[in-house]
């Protein structure tokens, strides 16, 4: 489902916040609607919009340090806090069910191989599906 092919890699091993920041707004940025920009502060991602002089910001990448369970569980755990968190954004500045077409379809992460798979909607049938990030190692 994902596409792969990124040049950065993420050590599942010792993950850093900022680094999880950089590679999940590099990827946001892709499939935002325009007028819409990510950027990173630390380990902050802040959602911008060119309609609105406010912003908005996203702690999800603190979840690899404070999330319970095992490392991959706190990896994805923040990959799907920082996209339902992107989604909020947008669909509250759009007024439209990003990146959906009637209602926002739910934002999903998984570890699979050794790739977090980004996307939004069925598994099957996702509505919008974002690079993977390869945790190499």
Known sequence: MGRHGSVSLLY??????TQLAQELARRMR??????ISVIVEGDMLK???????????S???QWIYLGTGPEQDRLSEACW??????????????TEPWPGLR???K???????????????????PDLVLESVPLGG
Do not use: N
């Not at 959602?47 to 910001?57: E, K, N, R, V, Y």
């Open 12 to 17: 599942l091993s010792g993950v850093e916040a």
């Open 81 to 94: 806090h920082a996209l339902d968190d992107l989604q909020d954004f947008v669909d509250e500045k759009t």
């Open 107 to 125: 934002a999903c992460a998984r570890i699979e191989d050794d790739f977090v798979l980004l996307w939004f909607g069925d598994p099957e049938k």
């Open 59 to 61: 702690y999800a990448c």
């Open 47 to 57: 959602f911008l919009s060119d309609s609105d002089p406010g912003t908005s910001g």
């Open 103 to 105: 209602t926002p379809p």
């Open 30 to 35: 892709d499939v935002v609607p325009l007028g």
